[in-house]
């Protein structure tokens, strides 16, 4: 990291293959009998993408601008599952020309569309469990609240319409939510699909999604989950993100002096343009000094966008810096390059990848030309 910290300008993010693959181990050992989808949501650079598609993972993607990039990355349409609420009838056009992927439905009116302009698709329909599922409320897609997903009692209408459009239903999806670390939530989906199934089963499929946190061990749910789908006579499939590639991930930020209010601050060059979950889900992302300090004291870190939200963590115990000094915020493998902005016209950031030997280069720091390149 320190020849890392020489070489490039920060703030950037710096990611470790080797976690990627432990990651990828710990939930293929998990559940050995299903196959993943890689929600890429979490973390779409291509260079990423590649080495999953070598360990034979597959891409759950959710806009025509992921499926572009599942494809560009050598991925094959039935390789690659499309889901998200809203499928225009453009999207469905251009998929039908760029080759269609496997597609998740998520509404009669996203049914009644891909029978019409994509006949013989190959469809699962997401479910709405109607659970009180434990995460931020941003996150929690299994609530009857939320607005995914085919209320159990309505999956027969959506059903029966996608059978008289000729699709090919493979079978349901439950995407309960995301950084859950409740089993209890996960088994109580688990009883939603199993009466689901055997109400209008058998299903070639059964998808149960992604949402694990990263203090959740897929080994105590993977039991659970593999009778399931053995019970139904169902292929398995998931759709982790980021439980693969969170803890792979670090931003590193400069910082650049301190200032004393009613709190302590470190002034850093990452803000929520580089990491924008502190702000949107109060999301706590562990923080390490990259130098070295006598005197602890309690700092909250302060990002450089003129808004009194650009937190990127409070309360945290650190040595006091020199100007320059270098910091890793932890766990920014996920939801962190992905949910980057040019907020402010900040470029987006470096990203870089530690293979064992080198830092690789996946993505450039944005050029200023690349930056206005678009405009009139
Ligand atoms: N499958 C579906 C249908 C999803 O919507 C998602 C995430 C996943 C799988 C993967 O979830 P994961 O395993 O990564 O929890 N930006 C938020 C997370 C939003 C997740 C949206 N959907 C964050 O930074 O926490």
Redesign the pocket.
Known sequence: MQEALHHFETPFYAYDLQTLRSRLTQMQQAFPSAEIFY?M??NPRLGILRRLLEWDVFL?A?SLGEVHRAYRAGFKKTEVLL?GPVKTPAILQELAEIGVPIL?LDSLADTQRVSQLLPGSRVLL?VNPDLPIAT?D??A?GRGESK?GIMPDDVEKVLAAARRGNLEVLGL?V?L????SHLEDYHAGYAVMEQLYRQHGPFQVLNL?????LDLDPASLAPSAIALAERLGAELWL?????LVAEAGVLVSKIWGTKHTRRNFMLLDAGMMTL??PM??A?EHPVIPLYKGKKMQVWDLAGPVCESGDILARDVQLPTPKEGDALAILQAG??GSS?SSNYLDYPRPLEILWNGLEWEVLRRKQSWEALFADEI
């Not at 999604?209 to 946190?213: A, E, N, P, S, T």
């Not at 759709?239 to 439980?243: A, I, S, W």
Request: aromatic share 14%; charged share 15%.
């Open positions: 929600a949501k979490a759950e959710v889901n998740g997401r931020h941003h996150l897609t995914f999806h995407h939510g995301s950084a859950l999604g992604g949402g694990f946190g759709e982790p993100g980021r439980y924008l979950r949107l889900y999301a996920a939801y949910m």
